[in-house]
């Protein structure tokens, strides 16, 4: 039973473009939520994060936004760049960090970002 | 932020033999956990190791299959014990701190 879903195995947009990567979770016991990206043969990198009691948090280029109602986020991307293509991974965490709590993350999204 | 560094990167093993893993922590972190990426998959918490305290394993995943070692603040080992070709997987160890967890760049383990 996946309690969180990314049912884009793959997107592909163009450089200067909005990049939305989608992510869907069961569990209503979630409250932190992260995303990472992961570069082959590297560890995945933490990009973002967001609590439950916010909806929308916002880091440079990244924003994440959070609808619970629906029990959904996703993290948009603008402008996307070359270098943004990688595995991106959403996470989820039951406590009210995710530093010290189990991390239940997605399949993943391959972004390809084309120039 | 923290630089979490992992030996080895890969290794290609026999069945039936074991393999441990080590995990290095640029800084003290009380919370480290062990995460197994199987082929396709994402990335399943395998155990939280603490310092000073025995590891705590998910469902599914056992101490004698994966004994994990937490001698301090900065370091943690896993091993995977009598292996088997299901255990191809990559490995990651991460460390808490505060809001996120930082990853390690994995162990790639290939068992024929």
């Known amino acids: 039973d996946q309690q969180v879903k990314q049912n884009s195995p793959s997107l592909s947009v163009q450089e200067g473009r909005i990049s939305i990567l989608n992510c869907d979770y069961t569990n209503s016991m979630f409250d932190y939520f992260l995303w990472y990206k992961k570069y082959p043969a590297e560890g995945p990198t933490f990009l973002i994060s967001i609590s439950s009691i916010k909806d929308k948090n916002e880091d440079g280029r990244f924003t994440v936004f959070l609808n619970k109602s629906a029990k959904h986020l996703s993290l948009h991307i603008v402008p996307s760049q070359p270098g943004d293509s990688a595995v991106y991974f959403c996470?989820?965490?039951?406590?009210?960090?995710?530093?010290?709590?189990?991390?239940?993350f997605g399949k993943g999204t391959k972004l390809t970002v084309n120039p | 932020s923290a630089v979490i560094s992992q030996k080895p990167s890969r290794d290609i093993c026999q069945r039936g033999t074991s393999l441990t893993i080590q995990c290095q922590v640029d800084?003290?972190?009380?919370?480290m956990f062990w995460y197994r990426q199987q082929p396709g998959q994402s990335l399943t918490l395998i155990a939280t190791?603490?310092?000073?305290?025995?590891?705590?394993?998910e469902s599914g995943f056992v101490i004698d299959k994966f004994p994990i070692s937490r001698p301090n603040l900065t370091f943690s080992t896993l091993t995977v014990s009598n292996m088997s070709p299901e255990d191809s997987s990559i490995y990651l160890c991460?460390?808490?701190?505060?809001?996120?967890?930082?990853f390690g760049p994995g162990t790639r383990l290939t068992v024929l």
């Open positions: 800084s003290q972190v009380t919370m």
């Open positions: 190791a603490n310092q000073g305290s025995e590891a705590t394993y």
């Open positions: 991460s460390a808490g701190l505060a809001d996120t967890q930082y």
């Open positions: 996470a989820a965490s039951g406590g009210t960090q995710g530093g010290s709590e189990k991390l239940v």
